[in-house]
């Protein structure tokens, strides 16, 4: 059974390290993969915040980091108020590659719906990266442009929004 919850400050280099692997997952070479770890890391200061949750259960095809009996980390989210009122960014979300395809990605995006409602938000802006573009529209997000890239000089990406029901 998956479970989300908040992340706790003790696993944000775990937490780092999972959307670290996932971005990889995409066939990014190493200067791309180089240039965007910024933007891949999850730091104790947003945790404490409340901003990010994860999603932990057994891992599908477990690989060498999983915990005891292959249950550990399955995804993270996160999301961030923006000034503009009512309006929050998805900050990330990423699924451990063996996850990818089982619904984990759903049930944070779902969650962090549910977080976004719970402080006041009514819509969730999303710089996406073009492999995860359809995902997004498949869950009713829709795309209102491109926009930079906050790790990658000169690359466009994917503006979606998804408004709050």
């Not at 929050?88 to 590659?97: G, I, M, N, S, T």
């Not at 976004?116 to 997004?136: C, H, K, N, Q």
Request: negative net charge; hydrophobic residues 45%.
């Amino acid at each position: 059974m998956v479970g989300v919850r908040a992340a706790r400050p003790g696993e944000a280099a775990a937490l780092t390290a999972l959307c670290r692997r996932s971005k990889a997952h995409w066939g990014y070479d190493v200067e791309f993969m180089r240039r965007a770890a910024p933007a891949l890391t999850v730091v104790p200061a947003m945790i404490e915040t409340g901003q990010v949750l994860v999603a932990e259960g057994p891992l599908p095809n477990p690989p060498p980091h999983a915990g005891e009996g292959g249950v550990g980390l399955l995804g993270v989210v996160a999301v961030d108020a923006t000034p503009r009122e009512n309006e929050f960014d998805l900050a990330l979300l990423f699924v451990e590659p063996s996850a990818i395809g089982s619904g984990v990605g759903r049930r944070l995006f779902e969650a962090a719906a549910k977080l976004v409602e719970m402080r006041g938000g009514t819509s969730l802006s999303i710089l996406a990266d073009p492999f995860a573009e359809a995902f997004y529209e498949h869950l009713g997000a829709v795309r209102i442009g491109e926009a930079p890239s906050d790790a990658i000089p000169g690359r466009m990406l994917p503006l979606l929004q998804y408004e709050i029901c």
